[in-house]
């Protein structure tokens, strides 16, 4: 009564099937894993590579800004 499921025809099959499923989907979450982990230490070096370029860039782009804002000062009042 207990071992009735052995009996069925295509047990094994089905039993071989199911557990080549469940290797295939764990197969898939480690590869899930593995982009995520990837993906993470893209983001890593590209923020690292911005805050290093972009500490050059903001210097640069504050001395256009400066020089910009003088051109532009007033630099007295005329009385007549």
Do not use: P
């Not at 982009?35 to 640069?60: H, P, S």
Request: hydrophobic residues 40%.
């Amino acid at each position: 009564m207990y071992h009735y499921w052995f009996e069925i025809d295509g047990f094994e099959e089905m039993i071989s099937k199911a557990w080549c499923e469940c290797l295939i989907v764990e197969i898939i979450k480690d590869i899930q894993k593995a982009e995520k982990v990837d993906n993470l230490e893209a983001a890593q070096k590209a923020k690292i590579k911005w805050a290093i370029e972009g500490e050059e860039n903001t210097k640069f782009y504050h001395g256009i800004l400066n020089k910009k804002r003088n051109q532009l000062g007033i630099r007295g009042v005329l009385k007549d």
